[in-house]
């Protein structure tokens, strides 16, 4: 198993986010983390993050314990719900920046700033950018790192539908290429054609997974029926949990 979110529970000063939590995924698949808010998603990928800790259960990665990664070799990119910048640096400062910290990366910035159209951008700083821009430049930042794994929570938010195709097909070639997509989104009409399988979860728990198709088996609909539809049958209690 290329990776394993294996029997993971965490608490805030004791009030219960994830419980016995499990869930893999493998190379060459985007993974959907669907949930309603507060379901404990962003836990569960802070965890992956390193950001914290579990307090019980195992995270592996290529079959390594995630905690036992050096910050220089951790193979994992992120991809925040909400952008992160410093204030005082341009668009292709960030850029530099962050290609400085991973000199062994094979991403190239001009690339990069054409693929997202941020050449036009490049010496604003963040507080003169658009949502959708600030959005685009974390994701540019976020690809130009070596790395197996890209955690993206709602990496589609302020995006206009353009570019929700442009990152769509980002997503796919990533998948084609070998690396492993989690991909966390309330966009469940946008993801579920990419998404290969999907963890529902609901209060920290782990509510189903599988394929569409086994999904909608679970929920007992009809094979024309939309991950939407299967979300709340499921979320609702009416099916048959995985």
Do not use: W
């Not at 608490?11 to 493998?26: K, M, Q, R, V």
């Not at 836990?43 to 314990?65: M, Q, S, W």
């Not at 963040?126 to 949502?131: D, F, G, R, Y």
């Not at 302020?158 to 997503?171: H, N, R, S, V």
């Amino acid at each position: 198993m290329f990776f394993e979110f294996n029997h993971v529970s965490y608490a805030y000063d004791g009030i219960p986010a994830l419980t016995n939590l499990s869930f893999s995924g493998e190379r060459g698949q985007i993974v959907g983390l669907v949930g309603e808010n507060g379901a404990g998603k962003s836990t569960a990928i802070k965890n992956i993050v390193r950001f914290l800790r579990p307090d019980t259960g195992t995270i592996y990665l290529k079959e390594t314990d995630i905690m036992k990664f050096g910050l220089e070799n951790y193979p994992v990119s992120y991809i925040p719900d909400t952008p992160v910048f410093y204030e005082e640096l341009s668009v292709m400062e960030h850029l530099q920046f962050t290609r400085a910290i991973y000199p062994n990366s094979h991403a190239n910035i001009d690339n990069i700033l054409d693929q997202f159209e941020l050449r036009e951008h490049c010496y604003k700083i963040p507080a003169a950018l658009s949502k959708g821009t600030k959005q685009k430049l974390m994701i540019a930042m976020a690809l130009l790192r070596e790395y197996d794994l890209l955690v993206a929570d709602e990496p589609f938010s302020g995006l206009d539908p353009k570019q929700i195709a442009i990152l769509k097909q980002l997503l796919v070639n990533l998948k084609e290429s070998g690396k492993l997509v989690l991909l966390s989104s309330h966009l469940l009409d946008v993801v579920e054609n990419i998404c290969d399988t999907f963890v529902i979860i609901k209060q920290g728990r782990l509510l189903a997974s599988g394929t569409k198709d086994e999904l909608l088996r679970a929920a007992n609909l009809s094979p024309d029926s939309s991950m939407e539809n299967v979300y709340l049958k499921l979320v609702s209690g009416n099916g048959k949990n995985k």
